[in-house]
């Protein structure tokens, strides 16, 4: 839905709460600068998510290349979507997530909500941001602002 979120921000009078302005709040937080992005293939390809933080907020955004982007998608929709945690599709993120690493990142975004079923911050060396958690808790701080 965050595809049309400059659509929305234009119509609407109130505030669009966006998902990678409150995942990138915490990065930057953080000081990270480089981080990997895990989600679907939109998510990873497109530049609704991705291009918003490195626009927006200088963040260095790397995806994985092409074949594990393809295992990234495909274990979300033909397993995780259906509620099926394997232990072999685990492990393949886990080997993308290092391969990131190696590469430089200094942390993951989980940028689609089922992929906390498979991988968690204790299974992880660098720190994990699930988009998910991140924003219900902006939403929740926004609601309680005076």
Known sequence: MHKMAKEVEESVSIPLLHIADATANEIVK????????LGTAYTMEQDF?????????????????????????????????????????????????????????????LGCTEITLLISQLDCSVP???????????AVDFALED
Do not use: M
């Not at 291009?51 to 929709?77: M, Q, S, T």
């Not at 941001?129 to 902006?138: L, S």
């Open 30 to 37: 953080c000081g990270i600068k480089k981080v990997a992005l």
């Open 49 to 109: 998510y991705k291009g918003r933080l490195i626009e927006k907020f200088g963040l260095d955004v790397i995806v994985p290349n092409e074949a594990a982007r393809k295992i990234v998608h495909d274990i979300i929709y033909q397993e995780l979507c259906l509620g099926i945690i394997n232990d072999n599709s685990k492990q393949s993120y886990f080997e993308i997530i290092n391969s990131l690493v190696q590469d430089g990142v200094e942390a993951v975004i």
């Open 128 to 138: 994990i941001f699930d988009t998910t958690k991140i924003h219900a808790e902006y």
